[in-house]
């Protein structure tokens, strides 16, 4: 199939004279002037021709091809070498002729006609092979499958072109779909455009089609999900088509799963932000993020460092994800004043010292414990990070002067049913209190799970659906706010733009996601079929778990903002100066003395609709994670 290159070269110098020769022939009326008038001239030609031509097909790469795949390109590449090689022999031609070498019968028609024939031979040779290998396909094996195929692209024309060239796979591509008008009722390679993607039920139930292949690689989710849901009512199996980047870049492994983005699960559109706000709040401003190593705060160091800030403290106590986020950030960013502090916020004496060194005029508290059934193993840890650390932190603003402190909460701190969620209300509590006491803007702002942000849901899943599953959830009915980390990190850069100080901030997140069909999303999106190729098996409700979360308290009110989908609540529950101060007393000291009972108990009494009393501790359950 793969026809030598010297064959191709043998080939080309039998054309050259055949071209010189038909270049003459063509250009005279009396073929016997030929031999008497232009018989030297046309052999001086052939030689000139023979000894330039090869040589300058082979500088353009004519005898380094495989032609049976010639295209486009390579057409454009022959008519590149054949006029430099036309041009280089008529220029010896003429400059012979003026020499007086050859004769009286030299023809500058003739050179043309001679480009043109070369032009035809070298050409055709080369796509004759091309046509040559068309015809030598494996036969199919056995019966065809008929497909159907999602996209009329780029991507629907090369499955369709493998599928043609490959019959060996059994599969016959019957018709293609596309929401293009302009690509209605044409044909690809053969192969009409039936219909648009509405009009796929239609189709499985009026024609014989055994297959569906989604051949758009960058197909958002609700696609892929109008398809697998029309195939499953059908029963016709469908794959999706991984993206050649996908492939060349190693994202697509053996199993042959689909490289799920995270927006495809959403359900929702994404959120849009208002940049010139944002830059208006970060640029030329010093700036520290707790938290840098995390997925929030990674995020977050890498939004803030567009904005072109003063300068960008990146606090954690984690030293390898702290330098992991500086390396990428000195990569892409490398003019930015980076500085790099493992501190832990517990630590009051070393947050005094960062701050009085580095003087930050805003501040994203990210740092946080942050998993629900670990922090019900672990109640004096929670409140020393996220209540006694946050205390330290918003202190430490205070007396260092820091403009805007924005901190990150979460959905869980409504109600709060674990303690998590009651730690990070008490956080809230705190920096509300410290914005109404100090005046200055320091606001919160809540948001429910995000995807993708490590430890979270959706790795785990796809940890769990590359081994093979099961997938394990703990309820059928169990309930999400999902966004992404992008939006998380939009809406923490709004509130601190818009926030003048004592607002809780929340997103119109849309509806709750149902874990089980984030989970099945999951499954479909990496091309594969719940319960058939992956199992998931449900474990029950986890010490500190709610069926539901809010994002809001039914008695409060809250008020539209610039952004169309941010709302702020001006209205939150505030402790009074000394109570709070009381609280905070005690809470240290039971943290000191390892009394996670009682923190419990004064947690449900400080925190406004917490129960977590009423929740079962990890001693009456088995864990399960």
């Known amino acids: 199939m793969f026809f030598r290159n010297r064959y191709v070269l043998l080939a080309d110098i039998l054309f050259i004279p055949l071209a010189v020769m038909g ?102 040779s080369r796509f004759a092979l091309r046509a040559w290998a068309e015809t030598r396909h494996p036969r199919a094996s056995g019966q065809q499958r008929k497909v159907l195929i999602i996209g009329a692209g780029d991507a629907g024309a090369l499955v369709v072109r493998e599928l043609q060239r490959n019959p060996q796979l059994n599969l016959q591509p019957v018709g293609l779909l596309d929401d ?65 980047y996908e492939l ?66 990146l606090l954690g106590h984690g030293e390898n994800s702290i330098f992991e986020a500086l390396l990428e950030l000195k ?11 493992i501190a832990d916020v517990k630590d009051s004496a ?32 929670a409140v020393a990070n996220n209540i006694l650390g946050t205390r330290n932190l918003v202190d430490t603003a205070e007396t260092c002067g820091v403009e805007r402190l924005v901190l990150i909460s979460t959905d869980k701190a409504v109600h709060p049913a674990n303690v998590y969620g009651a730690t990070k209300r008490m956080a809230e509590m705190i920096v509300l209190n410290a914005a109404r006491r100090s005046g200055k803007a320091f606001s919160v702002v809540r948001f429910g799970n995000v995807l993708g942000s490590r430890g979270s849901v959706v790795p785990r899943f796809k940890r769990l659906i590359a081994s093979g599953g099961p997938l394990t959830i ?35 997140m849309g509806e709750q996601v149902r874990i089980l069909d984030l989970a099945e999303d999951l499954i479909r999106l990496s091309g594969l079929e719940p319960g058939r190729d992956i199992e998931i098996v449900f474990t029950g409700i986890r010490p500190g778990e709610k069926l539901r979360e809010e994002l809001w308290e039914g008695n409060k009110t809250y008020e539209k903002t610039p952004h169309p989908e941010i709302f702020r609540s001006g209205a939150e529950d505030l402790a009074a100066e000394a109570a709070l101060s009381a609280a905070l007393e005690r809470l240290a000291d039971l943290t000191a003395r390892s009394q996670p009972q009682a923190l419990i108990d004064l947690l449900d009494e400080v925190v406004p609709g917490a129960a977590i009393r009423s929740t079962p501790r990890p001693s009456d359950l088995t864990m399960d994670f």
Not at 219 to 226: N, Q
Not at 334 to 339: K, V
Not at 478 to 499: K, N
């Open 350 to 381: 070393r947050l005094q010292a960062v701050f009085g060194e580095r003087q930050p005029q805003v501040v994203f508290h990210a740092a946080a414990h942050k998993h629900v059934p670990l922090m019900e193993l672990n109640v004096e840890e």
């Open 248 to 313: 060349l870049g190693g994202k697509v492994s053996v199993s042959r799963l689909r490289e799920v983005d995270i927006t495809d699960l959403l359900r929702r559109e994404p959120v849009r932000i208002h940049e010139e706000w944002i830059g208006a709040a970060l640029q030329g401003k010093r700036i520290l993020v707790t938290g840098a190593g995390g997925s929030i705060g990674r995020e977050l160091c890498r939004q803030i460092a567009r904005w072109n800030p003063a300068s960008l403290v």
């Open 180 to 244: 293009d008008p302009a690509k209605q009722r044409h044909q690809i390679h053969n192969i009409p455009v039936i219909g648009k993607l509405s009009d796929l039920p239609r189709l499985l139930e009026e024609r014989p089609v055994d297959e569906v292949v989604i051949a758009i690689p960058t197909a958002p989710g609700k696609v892929v999900r109008r398809v697998s849901e029309a195939c499953r009512q059908k029963n016709v199996p469908f794959r999706t088509m991984p993206g050649i």
């Open 23 to 124: 270049s003459y022939l063509l250009r005279l009326e009396y073929l016997p002037d030929f031999s008497r008038f232009y018989g030297r001239a046309a052999l001086t030609l052939i030689l000139l021709a023979l000894l330039v031509k090869p040589a300058v097909y082979y500088a353009f790469g004519l005898y380094r091809r495989l032609w049976v795949y010639a295209s486009i390109s390579e057409l454009k590449l022959i008519a590149v070498a054949v006029t430099t090689a036309s041009v280089f022999v008529a220029g010896l031609g003429i400059t012979f002729y003026s020499l007086g070498w050859l004769g009286e019968g030299f023809s500058r028609t003739a050179l043309a006609i001679d480009w043109l024939l070369s032009l035809l031979f070298v050409g055709g």
């Open 474 to 508: 703990t309820h059928p009915d169990m309930e999400r706010f999902f966004m992404t980390i992008p939006e998380a990190v939009h809406l923490v850069l709004q509130a601190a733009a818009m926030g003048k100080g004592g607002e809780a901030f929340l997103l119109n």
């Open 331 to 341: 990569s892409d960013y490398p003019q930015l004043d980076l500085i790099p502090v």
